[in-house]
């Protein structure tokens, strides 16, 4: 029901957009998150948005590089990153919830595969 895309290799500095195709059964979830998982760390949130009023929610250490958006039409979610860090390197995860939108795992619904993203020094 999620599928997400766009991960790869990037140089520290670079960019890159995530995107997140979700079903039209998702998409009556009240809101979308990404979160990302490095090797031997816990799952941890990246940022969010509401279907209904786009109103965003970030991880206060990530606001101002990262950037997450939403299609309405398409049903996707994008995440937008700039200036990555080696430390970003990560599985990126999109998700999907109802209710009032939060930074924690155990309240979204639906998760996508992960892609992939590594960034070199």
């Known amino acids: 029901q999620l599928q997400a895309s766009g991960g790869g290799l990037v140089q520290a500095g670079g960019s890159l957009r995530l995107s997140c195709e979700a079903s039209s059964r998702t998409s009556r979830s009240y809101y979308m998150g990404w979160f990302r998982q490095a090797p031997g760390k816990e799952r941890e949130f990246v940022a969010a948005?509401?279907?209904?009023?786009?109103?965003?929610y970030y991880s206060d250490s990530l606001q101002g590089r990262f950037t997450i958006s939403r299609d309405n039409a398409k049903i996707t979610v994008y995440l937008q990153m700039s200036s990555l860090k080696p430390e970003d390197t990560a599985v990126y995860y999109c998700?999907?919830?109802?209710?009032?939108?939060?930074?924690?795992?155990?309240?979204?619904?639906?998760w996508g595969q992960g892609t992939q993203v590594t960034v070199s020094s």
């Open positions: 948005i509401t279907w209904s009023s786009s109103s965003t």
């Open positions: 998700a999907a919830g109802s209710g009032i939108p939060t930074k924690m795992v155990r309240s979204y619904d639906y």
